[in-house]
């Protein structure tokens, strides 16, 4: 499987020419728990993440140079993989919410929750979705199962590409790498030739 990470032209020159791995992300908010996270085939998406991100970043002005964005590609194999695309996959999530719903009550503290960003109609911040992917890997390794190498799942964003479309203009399929070892290497992009059609 290809897959595209969306990132600053730093990030990419330690990975292609130093050979650094990408570091795995353990925000709260990371709709498919801790990993490295991937646009699955959308090299255009993940461009346009890196740009968004740079910008973002620029305009906080935290000194040094501004980060110009870039893309990585790599050559992913899922292993095992909790596959949110997957519909017998439901009742995995089911279980893990019940899990941490109990375990928080009886700690008499609240479920996280799904919150949307300011300006934005999308739930962006995903809290409870990380939370509960989160236990169902706390479970397996409690109950020494085998450990999933991998999350992949669709996630609806944007607006419709039409009116009265439940087709959104940025939905796309992301992949979580939990496992270093599914990632089989890295690479450079290319910039698509127009003069010829894609095969």
């Not at 935290?62 to 870039?70: C, T, W």
């Not at 919410?97 to 700690?107: A, F, P, T, V």
């Not at 992949?175 to 003069?195: A, M, S, V």
Request: aromatic share 10%; net charge positive.
């Amino acid at each position: 499987m290809i897959g595209f990470h969306g990132c600053d032209l730093d990030t990419y020159e330690n990975v292609l020419y130093k050979h650094e791995g990408l570091k795995a992300s353990h925000n709260s908010y990371d709709w498919l728990g801790n990993g490295v996270y991937f646009w699955e085939n959308s090299l255009d998406r993940a461009g346009e993440w890196a740009v968004s991100y740079c910008n973002r970043h620029n305009k906080k002005n935290l000194g040094g140079r501004p980060k110009e964005p870039a893309v990585i590609g790599a050559v992913l194999s899922l292993g095992h993989c909790l596959d949110l695309t997957d519909y017998g996959s439901s009742h995995i999530l089911k279980t893990g919410y019940r899990i941490l719903k109990r375990e928080l009550s009886s700690l008499g503290k609240s479920l996280p929750v799904n919150r949307g960003v300011k300006g934005k109609r999308d739930i962006l911040l995903r809290e409870l979705d990380c939370a509960v992917i989160e236990r169902i890997h706390q479970y397996n390794r409690e109950n020494n199962l085998r450990p999933y190498d991998s999350v992949r799942g669709v996630f609806i964003e944007g607006d419709p590409v039409y009116d009265n479309s439940e087709i959104m203009e940025k939905t796309y399929t992301q992949l979580c790498i939990i496992n270093p070892n599914c990632i089989k290497g890295y690479f450079k992009p290319l910039t698509p030739d127009n003069k010829w059609s894609m095969v």
